[in-house]
């Protein structure tokens, strides 16, 4: 296992719930990373936090919520979702220090259903 | 912008015979380029990169890529597979002006039959 971690690893919920996804980085890195992969797309970018700071929002719905409270922790709050955003949710973290060739290292994913 | 391709959406192989995931890219500058593998279930994991230097780059599991710039290439080898190596495999690439964002391609599933 690598050394971030997400919970919880599996989530079904209804268009009207509310829940959080939770990452957290145990690797001392400055960066992290929101990514959507499902089926019909490749990995897709959805939000950069750079030292807590939201650096890159790809035009990603606003029932996506993402909170980077310190450089360890990443959460996703997820509200009135549609089907089509069932998806693997990975996190993912690395080191910006100016060097281009630093690798993200990825968490385990959030496999997520919406009924 | 950058991008990446891979051609390919299935590999399918015989273990114990030579591997090749292609991978082909675009920048405006000079290329990062990754190779990361995807086992059912899980994240994604890093296998090998290019920066500079030697074209061929070594990696994890016995992995190597053969960077060919005038091709804008970066294909994934191993001389012998394994049933273990079945799993899904990504191209990703970064480009200076891109800040520290990864374009990845779509991902090639690689299938090792014993």
């Known amino acids: 296992e690598t050394g971030v971690t997400q919970t919880p690893r599996h989530l079904v919920m209804g268009m009207t719930n509310k829940k959080s996804l939770k990452c957290e980085q145990h690797?001392?890195?400055?960066?992290m990373y929101w990514y959507k992969q499902s089926a019909k797309k490749p990995l897709e970018l959805m939000f950069v936090?750079?030292?807590?700071?939201?650096?890159e929002n790809n035009s990603v719905p606003s029932r996506f919520s993402p909170e980077c409270p310190n450089s360890s922790h990443l959460f996703l709050h997820l509200h009135t979702l549609q089907p089509e955003d069932s998806a693997l949710y990975l996190c993912?973290?690395?080191?910006?220090?100016?060097?281009?060739?630093?690798?993200?290292?990825f968490g385990p994913g959030t496999r997520l259903t919406v009924l | 912008a950058q991008s990446v391709a891979q051609p390919e959406d299935q590999v399918n192989v015989a273990e114990g015979n030579p591997l090749t995931v292609k991978c082909t890219y675009s920048?405006?500058?000079?290329?990062?380029l990754f190779w990361y593998v995807q086992y059912p279930n899980r994240g994604l994991q890093f296998l090998l990169k290019?920066?500079?230097?030697?074209?061929l780059v070594k990696g994890s599991y016995g992995f190597e890529a053969e960077f060919n710039k005038s091709q804008t290439s970066f294909h994934l080898k191993k001389p012998s597979a394994l049933v273990s190596d079945s799993a899904l495999y990504f191209c990703?690439?970064?480009?200076?002006?891109?800040?520290?964002?990864?374009?990845f391609g779509g991902g090639t599933r690689l299938m090792v039959k014993p």
């Open positions: 993912a973290s690395s080191q910006l220090s100016g060097r281009p060739d630093n690798e993200q290292f």
């Open positions: 690797l001392g890195h400055n960066a």
């Open positions: 936090y750079s030292l807590e700071e939201r650096v």
């Open positions: 920048v405006s500058g000079n290329p990062y």
């Open positions: 290019y920066i500079t230097g030697d074209n």
């Open positions: 990703a690439v970064r480009d200076m002006g891109a800040g520290n964002m990864l374009t």
